[in-house]
């Protein structure tokens, strides 16, 4: 467990899995680690189109200011128009317009769950 120095230049939001260029499937697990407000991280999955196929929060193993692990399951809501896409994970603020931290993790979807 570390704390969070502002102006440290360390990172709030790290995805592990999926990696870059992996594979996914749905539902599909999600793990990294971050802090935000109230200790939540947000994660997002867009296809390549932009149209978001999942939003959840989730809390990491940590509270506000310090980093700790988070990890999920997501189902998409529905099925991407595209086989690329990216995950994308921030700091999660209490403000709508505010993803501080932004990390962008390009993925791939199984074609079994693509619209055609």
Do not use: C
Not at 16 to 29: E, K, M, R
Not at 96 to 113: C, K, N, S
Request: glycine letters at 14%; zero cysteines; proline letters at 6%.
């Amino acid at each position: 467990m570390r704390s969070v120095e502002p102006g440290s230049g360390r990172p709030f939001v790290k995805v592990n899995h999926p990696a870059a260029g992996d594979i996914i499937s749905n539902p599909t697990h999600v793990a990294g680690y971050g802090t935000g407000f109230e200790g939540v991280v947000d994660v997002r999955i867009l296809d390549d189109d932009g149209t978001q196929l999942a939003q959840e929060g989730f809390h990491t193993s940590e509270g506000m200011g310090r980093i700790g692990e988070f990890f999920g399951n997501f189902r998409l809501a529905e099925r991407p128009a595209t086989q690329i896409g990216v995950i994308e994970a921030w700091a999660s603020s209490g403000r709508e317009d505010a993803r501080p931290g932004l990390v962008r993790v390009p993925i791939v979807f199984d074609v079994d769950i693509i619209r055609r």
